[in-house]
């Protein structure tokens, strides 16, 4: 009878621990606060910023006027999803803001464990956060 109580009391401490890692949604807002820095960074600057996305992670770059090359300044370097964080669509999404932060509109949704986000950007540069 003790090990049966000891057993019920050890499996409502393990169903109670949170998880460890960082939610869905807190990958979603660094990413949404990336992208709007990057589109703050094309008017600054004057200069196109591109932030591409892939199934790892994302990356930001910036056009000289003849060739694309990394931003890794500041808050640009490049950033990995979170543990156990997909990204939907697999393939490459680049998103590019103007000098004027206009961008071409694009979605992506990360999920992890049954829960997403999607994190939108519209044709004006600016950026929004679903679920």
């Known amino acids: 009878m003790t090990v049966a109580i000891i057993g019920l009391a050890a499996g409502a401490v393990v169903l109670s621990v949170p998880d460890p890692r960082p939610s869905v949604a807190g990958d979603a807002e660094r990413f949404a606060a990336r992208l709007s820095r990057a589109g703050e960074e094309a008017v600054l600057t004057n200069r196109p910023v591109a932030v591409e996305a892939t199934a790892a992670g994302y990356g930001f770059s910036t056009f000289d006027g003849s060739d694309w090359s990394p931003l890794i300044d500041g808050p640009f370097g490049a950033e990995s999803w979170g543990e156990g964080v997909s990204m939907s669509p697999t ?5 590019v803001f103007d000098p004027t932060a206009v961008a071409d509109p694009e979605t992506s949704t990360l999920g992890r ?3 997403a986000a999607r994190v939108a950007v519209d ?5 929004t956060i679903y679920g």
């Open 91 to 95: 393939g490459p999404v680049r998103v």
């Open 113 to 115: 464990d049954g829960r």
């Open 123 to 127: 044709g004006a540069g600016e950026v």
